[in-house]
């Protein structure tokens, strides 16, 4: 199947979903629209639990963590207080956690639209968050520090983000689709850089694995997206079921995991094989052209024959990131040609079906 990362480079809800739904109807997702507002901006867009308990204030043109105040305990308290009963079901305090209209207007957009739209073609429904590395890593508190190396700070972003994946799964789930809720976190490519020594690979799998068993908890199924090159080991031991990658780009990297990435396959993971262009340019390739460069792709990673079909039956195509910084035309280009590797992939399939996650 196919499906997409997560932003488009539109205003309006609406013109999103229209594309969206068309090229990518098995597994639609909702759309992110950054240009709407800095709302929507990938790193604060579910943050805003912490925003309305004071936690998380504005500060110029970013959002920082105000700890520094005599009302910042009052404040951690105010979040425990809807937390904590938000973690273990209170529907009231869990409603919080979803994502506002303010700063999700394609989530509350796509319900809207799944209600009434015929859901025969679709198999999944998909929403995403961002990583809690990533999140943690650019939030820094009132001196310029990053939240990620506080652990009370820490703690607090991956409890928001689990909440706010997992209300987005009960809500995608009520629409009689099984859900699939991506982690997006680009900055795992900084673990064992020598600019973020101090990141430990425990820490690490400890915050993913506490998101993803919280997205599992309502019968979704897990995604995790980077689109550098990074220790694709890390992910392929978390309890991940759906590794995605920017193929187009970074797919070599793979290679050095060849066999982490088999075992990976044999329990019964799923790879999301990027390998429409979003850094370069759409226009010069085709969907013959893009076959081809992840058949090479394939080639190195794993012989032909048996592996091959399996390999195939168990890979989702996807854009290598997301649109939300291009022009229309570009995305327009990047969903379509989505599809068509998509189509092109199935042809190879011994089993057109394929493999649910």
């Known amino acids: ?97 979803l994502p506002s209209p303010e700063a999700a207007a394609g989530f509350h957009a796509f319900l809207s639209r799944m209600r009434s739209e015929d859901l025969d073609r679709a198999r999944f429904l998909k929403g995403q968050i961002a990583g809690p590395l990533t999140v943690a890593l650019e939030l820094k508190d009132e001196e310029g520090r990053p939240a990620y190396y506080q652990g009370d700070l820490r703690d607090i972003i991956v409890r928001t983000l689990a909440l706010n994946a997992r209300c987005q799964a009960a809500s995608l789930s009520g629409l009689g689709r099984t859900p699939i809720i991506f982690v997006d976190d680009p900055a795992i490519s900084a673990c064992g850089s020598r600019l973020h020594l101090a990141l430990n690979r425990e820490t690490i799998l ?15 199924v897990t995604g995790v997206h980077s689109c550098e090159a990074v220790d694709w080991s890390l992910l392929m031991e978390s309890q991940v079921q759906i590794l995605s990658l920017d193929a187009y780009r970074f797919g070599a990297s793979l290679i050095p995991y060849a066999a982490q990435l088999r075992a990976f396959l044999e329990r019964g993971g799923v790879v999301a094989w990027g390998i429409v262009p979003t850094l370069d340019d759409p226009f ?47 995305a327009e280009r990047i969903y379509r040609l989505t599809a068509e590797v998509s189509r092109r992939v199935r042809q190879l399939t011994p089993s057109s079906e394929g493999t649910k996650p």
Request: hydrophobic share 40%.
């Open 1 to 97: 199947m196919a499906t997409g990362i997560g932003s488009l480079p539109f205003e309006n809800p609406e013109k999103a979903l229209a594309l969206i739904l068309s090229e990518l109807p098995e597994a639609p997702h909702w759309p992110q629209l950054p240009r709407r507002s800095s709302r929507e901006h990938f790193v604060y867009q579910f943050l805003q639990p912490l925003v309305a308990c004071g936690v998380v204030v504005l500060r110029g043109n970013r959002w920082v963590f105000d700890m520094a105040r005599d009302t910042s305990a009052e404040c951690l308290t105010d979040f425990y207080t809807t937390c904590l009963p938000a973690e273990e079901g209170d529907p009231e305090c869990r409603r919080s956690f």
């Open 284 to 330: 010069r390739e085709s969907g013959e052209s893009l076959l081809r460069r992840l058949d090479d792709l394939w080639d190195q990673l794993f012989p032909k024959g048996p592996d091959r079909a399996s390999v195939l039956r168990q890979s989702m195509i996807t854009p290598a990131c997301g649109t939300g910084l291009l022009t229309a035309d570009q």
């Open 206 to 220: 400890e915050d993913l694995n506490f998101i993803f068993t919280a997205i599992r908890t309502e019968g979704a």
